[in-house]
């Protein structure tokens, strides 16, 4: 399973960047699928999840600012960043955990490769 994210670069200060990662190899469908951040000096933190059910999970500094959105069929995962602030910027990582495959279940953690978003004006 591989894991190919895009959609970071330079935004100013309350724009607007949309993050996408997709899954492909082996995999029928993904359980949950995140975006995971790794700022300069600080510890890789989750960002927001979501599972194959729709439940959602925020991190409190960026509830009601991003959204996290899947596409079950395509395995692919997006993040809607609105209102960007310096304090977003850092690597993300696109992270799976647990996939289906052939009628069995796989409890496997995979991570994309990071795309950085840099808040800036």
């Known amino acids: 399973v591989q894991l190919q994210a895009s959609g970071g670069g330079l935004v100013e200060p309350g724009g607007s960047l949309r993050l996408s990662c997709a899954a492909s190899g082996s995999i029928f469908r993904a359980n949950d699928m995140g975006w995971y951040r790794q700022g300069a000096g600080n510890q890789r933190e989750l960002v927001a999840s979501r599972n194959s059910l729709g439940v959602t999970t925020y991190a409190d500094s960026v509830k009601g600012r991003f959204n996290i959105s899947r596409d079950n069929a395509e395995n692919t995962v997006y993040l809607q960043m609105n209102s960007l602030k310096p304090e977003d910027t850092a690597v993300y990582y696109c992270?799976?955990?647990?996939?289906?495959?052939?009628?069995?279940?796989?409890?496997?953690?995979?991570w994309g490769q990071g795309t950085l978003v840099t808040v800036s004006s």
């Open positions: 992270q799976i955990q647990g996939y289906y495959y052939g009628g069995i279940y796989y409890p496997s953690i995979f």
